[in-house]
């Protein structure tokens, strides 16, 4: 496998200046890495969830002025893309690292996803690890940390899942850059393969409930 592993150039490919320049050193440092990780964990996902997983880089294709803030690479049992369906992310902000389920605004049948989660929600509060967080918007990298969170809380993400059309939920672990570029290559692929692992009963309330 051709991953060997994040560096502080590959976090800072996100303060380069203009489009064009960050898109092109985006390309070149990060991308291959992406690509590899797409590559060997499509199987393994496969395996786990029981059905063929297709992994997508992200291309930034629609930006004409902005540059990207953060990129990654998606795992969906879609070959076409990923944004319509429940799927999986691993990528990286300027500060951080983060490896998501992920259900975002584009998906198909995300009201019958937030009533799974609603009946589920005693199962998943003790499912989820303490030191896992939340997201409702896969744009910004802020996230809402798991541990404290009450019932009520997650109640009431997963009821605007049902009836906000932009709404979306995330669930994952984020790693901190200065973590990240410590972290050899086979001790990331571990964690990524333990998070993953965790994160399937998301997977599978999201598969049930189409």
């Not at 303060?15 to 590559?39: F, S, V």
């Amino acid at each position: 496998m051709d991953f060997k592993g994040f560096t502080n150039e590959d976090f800072n490919v996100f303060t380069i200046e203009g489009l064009d320049a960050r898109m092109e050193a985006l390309k070149e440092t990060i991308r291959p890495k992406l690509e590899a990780l797409g590559e060997h964990f499509s199987p393994t996902l496969s395996t786990i969830v029981g059905e063929e997983m297709f992994f997508h880089v992200a291309k930034h294709a629609r930006r004409s002025v902005n540059p990207p803030k953060d990129t990654w690479v998606a795992f969906a049992n879609n070959k076409r893309g990923y944004k319509m369906v429940p799927h999986f992310q691993i990528g990286l902000w300027e500060t951080h690292l983060f490896i998501w389920f992920a259900v975002i605004y584009e998906a198909n049948g995300k009201e019958m996803f937030g009533k799974s989660l609603e009946k589920n929600i005693t199962k998943i509060n003790e499912l989820i690890p303490s030191d896992f967080v939340w997201s409702m918007d896969h744009t910004k990298p802020e996230v809402i940390s798991n541990q404290g969170l009450s019932q009520d809380d997650l109640l009431s993400m997963f009821t605007r899942l049902q009836t906000v059309k932009k709404a979306e939920i995330l669930c994952g672990i984020t790693i901190d850059r200065n973590t990240a570029v410590e972290m050899t290559s086979d001790q990331f692929i571990q964690k990524v393969d333990d998070t993953f692992k965790q994160l399937i009963p998301l997977y599978q309330l999201s598969s049930n409930s189409k």
